[in-house]
T-cell receptor
Framework: DSGVTQTPKHLITATGQRVTLRCSPRSGDLSVYWYQQSLDQGLQFLIQYYNGEERAKGNILERFSAQQFPDLHSELNLSSLELGDSALYFC???????????FGPGTRLTVT | DQQVKQNSPSLSVQEGRISILNCGYTNSMFDYFLWYKKYPAEGPTFLISISSIKDKNEDGRFTVFLNKSAKHLSLHIVPSQPGDSAVYFCAASAGSYQLTFGKGTKLSVIP
C-alpha cells in the first residue's frame, strides 16, 4: 500500500459527460501528479501540483483540468468526454516535488 | 518522439536465474532514472532509482546500472522469483521533476 488513495476505482460514463477523479496523497507529501495510461501506451504525464500551485504541465487536453486543495488532495476534471478518453488514470505523490513518486491504485474510466 | 524506450515488450526467465531488463533514452538532460513494477489492477510501485552521477545502485536483489555514454540503463534481478512476474517500467526525469516513462516490459518468471 503506497498510501496514495484514489476514488472511484471504476467509472463508466457516456460521451459528452463530465467526471471528477479524486486523489489523496501520502501523508506529508506536498506534490501531486496525474498520469494517463491508455491501451498499449506507457504512462503519460498530465499535470503536477505542488502545495496548491500548478508546477508542470504535460500532455493534458484543454478539456481536462485539475486542482489541488488546501488539504493537499487533488481532483482531475475531465469534460466533454470522448471514447478515446477511456484509460487508467493514476495519481502519484512525492514529498518535495522531485525524486521518487508513489502511485495510487488508479481509476479506470470507460467512456461508452 | 519516445524519449524513454523499452524495446522488449516481454521477457521470460527461469526461477533462480538473472533477469535483465533494458531501457534506452534519448534526452541528454535526463539526470535521474527510476524503475517501477506494476501488477495488474494496481498502481506502479517504486523499485529502485539512480542519479546520473552514479553508474550503479543496489538494493537487495535489484541492481540498476547506468551507462551515460550509451544512454542506457538496465535492471538486474538476482535471483528471479515467481513473485517478480509483473510489468516493469523505466522512467526518467530532467530536473523538472515530471517523469517520462517507457512502455514497459512484461517479465514472466517461470517456476
Amino acid at each position: 500500500d503506497s498510501g496514495v488513495t484514489q476514488t472511484p476505482k471504476h467509472l463508466i460514463t457516456a460521451t459528452g459527460q463530465r467526471v471528477t477523479l479524486r486523489c489523496s496523497p501520502r501523508s506529508g507529501d506536498l506534490s501531486v501528479y496525474w498520469y494517463q495510461q491508455s491501451l498499449d501506451q506507457g504512462l503519460q504525464f498530465l499535470i503536477q501540483y505542488y502545495n496548491g500551485e500548478e508546477r508542470a504541465k504535460g500532455n493534458i487536453l484543454e478539456r481536462f483540468s485539475a486542482q489541488q486543495f488546501p488539504d493537499l488532495h487533488s481532483e482531475l476534471n475531465l469534460s466533454s468526454l470522448e471514447l478515446g478518453d477511456s484509460a487508467l488514470y493514476f495519481c502519484a505523490s512525492s514529498a518535495t516535488g522531485a525524486g521518487e513518486q508513489y502511485f495510487g491504485p488508479g481509476t479506470r474510466l470507460t467512456v461508452t | 518522439d519516445q524519449q524513454v524506450k523499452q524495446n522488449s515488450p516481454s521477457l521470460s526467465v527461469q526461477e533462480g536465474r538473472i533477469s535483465i531488463l533494458n531501457c534506452g533514452y534519448t534526452n541528454s538532460m535526463f539526470d535521474y532514472f527510476l524503475w517501477y513494477k506494476k501488477y495488474p489492477a494496481e498502481g506502479p510501485t517504486f523499485l529502485i532509482s539512480i542519479s546520473s552521477i552514479k553508474d550503479k545502485n543496489e538494493d537487495g536483489r535489484f541492481t540498476v546500472f547506468l551507462n551515460k555514454s550509451a544512454k542506457h540503463l538496465s535492471l538486474h534481478i538476482v535471483p528471479s522469483q515467481p513473485g517478480d512476474s509483473a510489468v516493469y517500467f523505466c522512467a526518467a526525469s530532467a530536473g523538472s521533476y515530471q517523469l517520462t516513462f517507457g512502455k514497459g516490459t512484461k517479465l514472466s518468471v517461470i517456476p
